[in-house]
């Protein structure tokens, strides 16, 4: 009897000791201990990191530019008569007609989002040294995505209002609670055609880890963005990181 008991322990304790190898080393450690490989393991995967797979909506004809009253509408958002309650809670599968389509407009596959406002994630930058992390300003929750190709996802491009169009056609859900609109957008130009946008959200809304779920989505010209978020994911040292 004792020595099934000790055989049973001897091997259940190697396996025990692979799950937790497998662990990523930032989970366990305080912020101030992380080192650059840890921090870079951390934006490369980690539940305040998302890859969105994009989809490009078809643009409008003339005639429906023309009906909608909007001679420059790109094929989404209320002006061309498409809200996004239209389009939430689908989010693209990797089939090959996206891709076909995402392709031939420059428009990469896979996008990087952030919970940008999050403690950890700002750490990870500095400690990562990562040049292409946005400036913040404000107490806002902040969700950067990055290296948006604006020219393969709008006809027109504008800079001097795209940063109110992207406001109005941005949301973060929740379900059973009212969606929180953006309160700002800043879009910073990466060249004379990329982009990233850092979008606002009012921390008035007071999320918790009790909001299972959340759910950002936003129109970019034509390309339709959306990824998940899960709060009770989003836990350092046992705090809320948002």
Known sequence: MKVNLITKTMLVFPVALLLTASDPAWT????????EADAKEFLASSPWVKYIKPT????????????????????GGKSSGLDLNDLTGIHPKDRAADRTD???????RKIVVRWESALPVRTAQIKAKDEDAPDLDGE???????NVPLKGAMYNVDLKVLANTLKRNAELKEEGKKDLQPSRVVVRQNGSSVATIIFFFPRTARLTADDKRL????????????????????????KLEL
């Open 28 to 35: 366990s450690k305080a912020l101030p201990a992380w080192t």
């Open 56 to 75: 490009l909506l078809p643009g409008l004809s003339e005639w429906q530019r023309r009906d909608g009253g909007n001679m420059t509408a790109e094929g």
């Open 102 to 108: 995402l392709d031939a407009n420059g428009i990469p």
């Open 140 to 146: 806002d929750y902040a969700i950067a995505v990055y």
């Open 215 to 238: 759910e950002f989505v936003a129109l970019v010209g034509r390309l339709y963005l959306a990824q998940y978020f899960y709060p009770p994911e989003m836990l350092l040292q046992g």
